[in-house]
């Protein structure tokens, strides 16, 4: 069983950044893929970053050289750091992880960018 605990989300206004995270229960070194991954209301999660555990990363077109992905295997978590935000990012943000066959989600932090 993998909890996975989201945090960093809030309102910010256009241009500024925020940095998510998101804590695992128990050691991430075994995880292959994280992700996060987003949704707005009446629309399909979707994927936002993801990153290997050899630390490579691909990222929705929307969000290339704004977002970076990171995790830190030390402190079990996931990062994600969102700068240039947009109103097109308000979403709620999702932590992801697949282990073996059984998908694990966070339970979600909201991102509201606005003025």
């Known amino acids: 069983q993998v909890q996975l605990v989201e945090s960093g989300g809030g309102l910010v206004q256009p241009g500024g950044s925020l940095r998510l995270s998101c804590a695992a229960s128990?050691?991430?070194?075994?995880?292959?893929?994280m992700a996060w991954y987003r949704q707005t209301p009446g629309k399909r999660r979707e994927l936002v970053a993801a990153v290997t555990a050899g630390g490579k990363t691909n990222y929705a077109d929307s969000v290339k050289d704004r977002f970076t992905i990171s995790r830190d295997s030390a402190k079990n978590t996931l990062y994600l750091q969102m700068n240039s935000l947009k109103s097109e990012d308000t979403a709620v943000y999702y932590c992801y992880v697949k282990v073996i066959l059984t998908d694990y989600w966070g339970q979600g932090t909201q991102v509201t960018v606005s003025s």
């Open positions: 128990g050691s991430i070194r075994s995880f292959n893929t």
